[in-house]
């Protein structure tokens, strides 16, 4: 059997701009967050603490970023969890009713799960994002089973079906439609679709509803179906799991309209266009201009001096590992940096997704990440429409010409950075990144 792995032949960035603009919820079940809320907040039924969530969605963003197998998942989270002490079956406080109960915790089955959904609906939703963008050369979406003995007859039973992009049938079996599906859809032009020799299905009447039992207690719930006809003529309904009777690409869409357009600052950066950390900040907030700061291009305070590049390096994996030698003492997995504020962890776990392999690579301005976190310009806490706030460390580094590095401290610990040339012309604009709450600004002399 092959290896589970994170779908590289999708667009990578798109699936990372679903994932990262979650928030966190901490639930006991499932059915706690139900159908479109899983787009709004990543979720581990009995995760019993942020710390043992943010741990596991840590190596989740990672697969979905750099394509790692669901071996190279399970061999870095498992001790990590034991550590923690989720892990196997435990009395545990059921956050429902604040009684102890006995749960299972993680398990190998148990994370399986979890890096198949979470990867799966991340790449089906960034599919979907540039299926939705080429409707008008491509509007005729197929649905596209993985025809072995492991796929469910009722998934199998569609394969190969060819509905219109606009369909509303979309709207309830875009994959994935439960636990462990991995069915996907495939866009074809309209020769492609005659060359099939395939019928075009028609579900503008064919959703229906169906009352199901979620569990023992009886407790029971909606799901949509789709009607069809089989091979046999005879007629059919499908039913996706409970709770995955929607669209994650659709709820992204209406959820974060800017992330799913992929918006950024309208400047040029050094660094290459991000493939993650576009996401919307929420619209209202406090601006530079609001607490009499200078604009970034009249700012006296003296430039820090710009470190030196890390050289340019044949692989991806002389890459990340330059990269761990610059921000990582000899031998550690694990750094603690001072900022004026408060403490920062860099954790070598959650490095690898800033390497890009291309001309001026993210990672080539490691060096500068110590000196922006310890001596920063300035700090600023931004919240996002997911309800999370993110930090922002500025920092102006001098050098041919100055240089904005904004280092972004994300919700699970990682850090994200972009550099922009201050003599750009529209670098007026980089003044948007200064948003939020002022928690830190360094004097000038």
């Not at 159908?35 to 043992?52: G, I």
């Not at 394509?67 to 196997?88: A, E, I, N, S, Y």
């Not at 001309?359 to 300035?378: C, M, Q, T």
């Not at 041919?400 to 007026?428: C, H, K, P, Q, T």
Request: hydrophobic share 40%; net charge neutral; proline share 6%.
């Amino acid at each position: 059997m092959s290896p589970l792995r994170a779908r590289l032949d999708l667009e990578p960035a798109d699936a990372i701009r679903f994932f990262e603009a979650k928030g966190e919820q901490l639930a006991w079940d499932y059915t706690d967050v139900w159908r479109e809320a899983n787009v709004h907040a990543f979720t581990v039924a009995k995760a019993t603490s942020l710390e043992v969530l943010r741990t596991i969605r840590a190596e989740v963003s990672k697969a979905i970023g750099t394509g790692g197998t669901f071996q190279d998942f399970k061999r870095t989270l498992q001790p990590r969890l034991q550590d923690l002490g989720w892990w196997g079956a435990k009395e545990v406080l059921d956050a429902d009713t604040g009684e102890l109960t006995r749960a299972q915790l993680g398990s190998v089955r148990r994370l399986r799960t979890i890096y198949q959904t979470n990867v799966q609906t991340a790449y089906m939703a960034g599919r979907f994002k540039g299926y939705t963008a080429n409707a008008a050369d491509r509007p005729f979406w197929r649905y596209v089973a993985i025809m072995d003995g492991r796929t469910r007859p009722t998934h199998a039973a569609l394969n190969g079906k060819v509905w219109r992009h606009d369909d509303p049938i979309w709207k309830v079996i875009w994959p994935p439609n439960g636990w462990g599906c991995r069915c996907r859809v495939t866009a074809l032009a309209q020769q492609d679709f005659e060359d099939l020799g395939v019928p075009l299905e028609d579900g503008s009447d064919a959703i229906v509803e169906t009352q199901v039992v979620l569990n023992k207690a009886g407790d029971t719930a909606t799901v949509k179906g789709v009607r069809y006809r089989d091979e046999n003529g005879k007629a059919m309904v499908f039913r996706p799991d409970p709770g995955w009777d929607y669209n994650p690409g659709e709820a992204w869409s209406l959820f974060d309209p800017a992330g799913f357009k992929g918006e950024a600052v309208e400047v040029p950066s050094i660094t290459p266009k991000p493939a993650v950390g576009v996401i919307k900040t929420l619209a209202g907030q406090q601006l530079w201009s609001d607490f009499g700061l200078p604009d970034l291009r009249d700012v006296t305070t003296a430039r820090l001096p710009a470190p030196e590049l890390l050289p340019s390096v044949a692989d991806r994996e002389q890459a990340v590992q330059l990269m761990l030698d610059a921000l990582l003492p000899a031998g550690m997995r694990m750094r603690s940096v001072a900022t004026p504020i408060g403490e920062v962890v860099i954790r070598a776990e959650l490095l690898p997704h800033i390497v890009e392999k291309v001309e001026n690579g993210r990672e080539r301005y490691a060096n500068y990440i110590i000196p922006a976190l310890e001596n920063p310009l300035e700090i600023w806490q931004t919240a996002y429409s997911d309800g999370s706030y993110r930090k922002r460390y500025i920092a102006l580094f001098e050098g041919r010409s100055d240089v904005l590095l904004i280092v972004r401290e994300n919700r699970d610990g990682s850090l994200f950075w972009e550099l922009y040339n201050m003599m750009n012309a529209e670098a007026r604009r980089l003044n948007k990144l200064r948003e939020g709450v002022p928690l830190y600004r360094r004097e000038a002399g």
